[in-house]
Structure formats: C-alpha cells, structure tokens
C-alpha cells in the first residue's frame, strides 16, 4: 500500500495570476493591452455621432408665410359712379338737369333732353365723349361762337386729357395726350401756328396737315383757341 500524501491546498487567485503571467509573458501582455485600446478606440470612433456640418451652424431666416392668393394692399382706387347727372341746355328740345347711367355719352345727354333743335350744331359737339357728375352738356346753334366755359362737357377718360387744351399755347408733348394726336401731328400743330399765326376757331385746325374733318371733330370739346 502506498503512503498517505496530504493534499497540495489550493492555489491563492493572486498566484494564480502571476503564473499565468509568467507563462504569457509581459511583452505579449502590454501589446494585447495596447490592441485593445486601439480596437475600442476604434469602434467608439466607428459609433459615435457626427458633428453637424458647418451649414447646419449658420443662423437661419425664417421665412415669412405669403398668401399667394391675396393681393398686395394698394391704394384705394375710386370707382365710376353709377349714375351721373347733367345739366344739358342750349339748342335742345327740353333743357334742364337729367339723371344718366355713369358711363353716358355726350349723346345720350342731348336724347335725354329732347334731341336737339333744327337749329342745333351736332359738329360742334363730341358725341362719343362720356359726360361727368356736375357737368354742362351745351349745344350750341349753328354759327354761335361757344365759351371756352361751356366746351367742357365731358369726363375725362384713359387716353384723354382732363380738361380742354388751347392749341396755341399747348407744347406738343400736350397736344399728344389729344387722341389720334400723334408726334408727327402735335410737331405740325406747333409749326403750322408759328409759321402763320394763331388758330382763329376750333375749324381752323383743318389748316394743319395731317387734320381731316374726321380727326377735327373728334377733338371738339377736347381743344379752345
């Protein structure tokens, strides 16, 4: 039979350690811990959040949210009356004040009245030209020399001048506002009064190129000597 051995008691963690340490050495020790750093290093590097770009740093406008279908404020603009009244006399049947749709013509003021007399001008008169509030519609009888008071009888209008215009003092940037008054007229107007004197009458346009009696009685009413 063999002698009874006590047995060897176990081993301390602490001696355990250092024998393993000796066994793996220090050298491949300290570069498994180095590589470990690196490798956690990493993938904290791998995993972690970017900063955000440069842009993304940059302060902001924000924007101001535009109704596309609401127009701009504008100035107020003032609309046609609906009805305009006018004060018609001279050479018609019934003279006196007559109540009128907002857009009536020198015409319809002389029918509300009556229509003229036998004795009436109509040449002197702009039928088409649209009457304003307050205004005088007179028809003059043939031959009578009208006051330049009572040859404004309409409303002024896109394309027309506010008011009547002497034409022989008018420049001819002025006499350009008349219509189917161009550049090449308003020049010949200046011109045909400095070469043989001032207009007499409203007929005497006639004298200048270019001014048939169309173009002549479309300005009645729009032009005073």
């Known amino acids: 039979m063999e002698p009874l051995s006590r047995p060897v008691p176990p081993r301390s963690v ?16 300290l570069a498994a811990s180095v590589a470990t750093v690196i490798v956690c290093a990493g993938a904290v590097w791998l995993v972690r959040t ?25 100035a107020a603009i003032p609309s046609a ?8 006399a001279g050479a018609v049947i019934e003279p006196g004040v007559y109540e009128l749709a907002g857009d009536a013509r020198v015409r319809d003021a002389v029918v509300a009245a009556g229509g003229p007399t ?13 009457v304003g509030d307050g205004v005088k519609v007179y ?48 020049a010949a107007i200046v011109t045909e009064r400095e070469r043989s004197g001032p207009f007499l009458d409203v007929d005497d346009l006639d004298r200048v190129p270019g001014i048939g009696r169309a173009k002549l009685d479309a300005l009645r009413g729009l032009v005073v000597t």
């Open 14 to 29: 602490a001696e355990r350690a250092r024998a393993w340490v000796e066994w793996f050495g220090i050298g491949r020790l």
């Open 81 to 88: 009356p609906t009805v305009v009244l006018v004060h018609v």
């Open 139 to 186: 028809v003059p009888s043939v031959g009578e020399q009208v006051p330049p008071s009572l040859t404004v009888p309409v409303a002024p209008v896109a394309g027309q001048p506010a008011g009547p215009i002497d034409v022989n003092v008018a420049t001819a940037v002025e006499l350009e506002e008349l219509p189917g008054v161009g550049p090449a007229t308003a």
């Open 50 to 74: 970017p900063p955000p770009a440069t842009e993304a740093l940059l302060p902001r406008a924000i924007p101001t949210s535009i109704a596309l279908d609401t127009p701009p404020a504008a």
């Open 118 to 130: 036998e004795s009436a001008d109509w040449n002197a008169l702009n039928l088409a030209a649209v």
